[in-house]
């Protein structure tokens, strides 16, 4: 018996979807959850890359991530007292 990954990953794409677009708020006149859903996104991507076999793509990414993350919030910190 075989499987299509494609059709996989079409389930994790959707799933992720639902999840991201859930943790999204509109907040008087500021949205926010932009980031976190953008992490739930890189984070399936992530390990559909390491499921895939891709794993050197993947750690770098992993680690692209971790440097990046904190460089976004410093840089949304300096944007908001600028306002």
Same mark, same amino acid.
Request: cysteine-free; proline content about 2%; hydrophobic content about 50%.
């Given at each position: 018996?075989g499987?299509?990954?494609?059709?996989i990953?079409?389930? %994790?794409?959707?799933?992720?979807?639902?999840i991201?677009? &859930?943790? *999204?708020?509109?907040?008087?006149?500021?949205v926010? &959850? *932009?980031?976190?859903?953008? &992490?739930?996104?890189?984070?399936?991507? *992530?390990?559909? &890359?390491?499921?895939?076999?891709?794993?050197? *793509?993947?750690?770098?990414?992993?680690?692209?991530?971790? %440097?990046?993350l904190p460089?976004?919030?410093?840089?949304?910190?300096?944007?908001?007292?600028?306002?």
């Amino acid at each position: 018996m075989g499987y299509d990954p494609t059709r996989i990953a079409a389930q %994790v794409v959707t799933g992720i979807g639902f999840i991201g677009a &859930g943790v *999204i708020f509109r907040h008087e006149e500021k949205v926010e &959850g *932009i980031t976190t859903a953008a &992490g739930l996104w890189v984070a399936a991507a *992530i390990g559909m &890359g390491v499921g895939s076999g891709y794993y050197f *793509i993947s750690a770098a990414t992993a680690v692209l991530i971790v %440097v990046l993350l904190p460089l976004s919030q410093k840089l949304t910190d300096l944007f908001r007292k600028k306002d």
